[in-house]
């Protein structure tokens, strides 16, 4: 069996090998970018040179590169424990040519790598392209033998790329693998496409025309790609299985959090494993790289990731702090290749040890609340927004843990209802200022407080959908 650590080197060595520079990963907090949370994507530190505002650092490039999609756009935190491929951190392995080599280069490699290198049966990969894109579908068509049914044109947003309204943009063309008919779902542009058969598992962007306005307003003089494969997918194909979580890295995590509570993972707590896997990895590559549990901001996407573990282990029947137990086994299966985890060791340690002490002290008070609320309540039913917001208040439940705790009942929460708690509360708190004596001084912090508040959600809010709490 391929480890993830071999096929990350292997990646890494093949693009070396045809010219590309190998780039560490940068840190999960953009240096170049205020409005994204975090790193979200192998360009997201090329962005720049993409767009031509820095120099890039060779012709061609190559990393696997840390992301976190736990917020904003691309969200996929409540997607884990639950599908087979998402996790809320991965690393995306991708090779970059600033200007340099274009499509017919980028499907070679690809395809080359893929099937030639690593061997996968070329029955089982499908492609996508963009429905006008003739050119990659000739490309497919020539270099791959594909038949024509498994070259797909897609007309929809997902195989069309913008790095805003403005700026580069193109098509792009999405490899998926399909892992067999024992699994339910469709081939890409289906009705079932949602399902986990077919995954995707590389995705090449063709960076060719330039946008103005949400409008292509000419070509790129120099076309550049920028491709993206998940590691953790990949390790499926590679290592036999249909699950990321059943890949090597994960089982030896979920093999020390099954040691540690004494509870196998399978049937209903098969997903408290998983969430706490995944959450393990996001939490202490954040802290690594200088993220702090606060209560707004970085630091607060942060607190709701450790916090929604924490629950799990609760629900595990852990009686003690788990999360800060499991930083070991973390260390080992990944702090050879991000030395950062190894320095950080000690201090995400101890944090989670603390942040999990304290949680603990309002953890079950709140679930109690929480049962009371909806005791009788079945399929279908909702938690009301007062009561989510008091979870939320009073025992430190941040909102989306309220949710996740709710979903195996098939339980909603009244997101309107919260939403409204919450500004009142805001007001509230503003008027007890004014009330103090001291309103100019009042009203300056809490202008601060909003003004910076409201950068941060803006950002997250304008460019990556949400950004609430
Ligand atoms: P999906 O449609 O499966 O959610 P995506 O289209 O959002 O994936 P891209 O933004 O194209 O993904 O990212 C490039 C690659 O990164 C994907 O082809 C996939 O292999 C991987 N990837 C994306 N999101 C995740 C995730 N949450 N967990 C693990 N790997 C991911
Ligand atoms: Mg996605
Ligand atoms: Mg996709
Ligand atoms: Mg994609």
Redesign the pocket.
């Known amino acids: 069996m391929t480890s993830t650590n071999d096929i990350r080197r292997s990646f890494l060595d093949y693009f070396a090998g045809a010219g590309h520079a190998e780039i560490p990963s940068a840190p999960l907090v953009p240096y170049n970018d205020p409005t994204l949370m975090f790193v979200n ?1 192998g360009m997201v530190p090329f962005k720049n040179a993409f767009t031509g505002l820095e120099t890039p650092p060779a012709p061609r490039a190559t990393s696997s590169q840390k992301c976190v ?1 736990a917020g904003g756009k ?1 969200n ?1 935190l409540d ?1 884990v424990g639950y599908t087979a ?4 951190f ?1 690393e ?1 392995l991708g090779n970059f040519s600033f200007g340099d080599y274009f499509k017919e280069q980028a499907i070679l490699h690809a395809w080359t790598l893929l099937t030639k290198d690593w061997g996968i049966s070329s029955d089982r990969l499908t492609a996508t392209v963009y429905h006008t894109d003739d050119e990659a579908f000739d490309l497919w068509r020539k270099i791959s033998g594909l038949p024509e049914e498994r070259v797909i044109r897609i007309p929809t947003k ?1 195989n069309f790329w913008a790095m805003g309204s403005d700026g580069p943009c193109g098509p792009c063309s ?1 490899i998926f693998y399909d892992h067999g008919e024992h699994i339910f779902g469709g081939p890409p542009g289906s009705p079932d496409e949602d399902g986990d058969r077919f ?5 090449l962007v063709f960076m060719q025309f330039e946008q103005a306005a949400d409008e292509i307003v000419g070509e790129l003089p120099k076309p550049s790609i920028d491709t ?3 590691l ?2 990949i390790a499926a194909v590679m290592q036999g299985v249909h699950d ?1 979580y059943d890949t090597d890295t994960f089982k030896a995590l979920i093999a020390a959090s099954e040691n540690l509570t004494g509870v196998k993972a399978a049937g209903e707590h098969k997903a408290s494993h998983r969430v706490i896997a995944d959450h393990l990895r996001s939490t202490s590559f954040l802290m690594a790289d200088g993220v702090l549990p606060s209560n707004e901001g970085r630091g607060y996407v942060l607190r709701r990731i450790m916090r929604r573990a924490m629950r799990h282990a609760h629900l595990l029947g852990a009686s003690e702090p788990l999360m800060h137990r499991l930083v070991p086994a973390l260390v080992t299966e990944m702090g050879q290749a991000y030395p950062e985890l190894v320095r950080g060791q000690a201090l995400i340690q101890e944090v989670l040890q603390r942040e999990e002490t304290q949680f603990r002290r309002t953890l079950e008070k709140g679930l109690r609340l929480l049962d009371e609320a909806t005791g009788t309540m079945g399929e279908g039913g909702e938690l009301d927004g007062e009561t989510a917001f008091k979870l939320y208040d009073t025992y430190g439940f941040p909102y989306d843990l309220t949710e996740d705790a709710l979903r195996s009942r098939g339980i909603g929460v009244d997101r309107a209802g919260f939403d409204v708690a919450m500004a009142r509360q805001k007001a509230a708190a503003r008027a007890a200022w004014k009330g103090s004596g001291d309103a100019a001084a009042g009203e300056v912090w809490f202008d601060i407080a909003e003004r910076e508040g409201a950068t941060e959600f803006t950002g997250y809010a304008s460019t990556n959908g949400e950004g609430r709490v």
């Open positions: 994507a999609r691309h996929d997607n491929r998402h996790h809320t991965f995306m997902d999405e995954v995707e598992i590389w995705n993206g494969m998940g953790e997918r990321n």
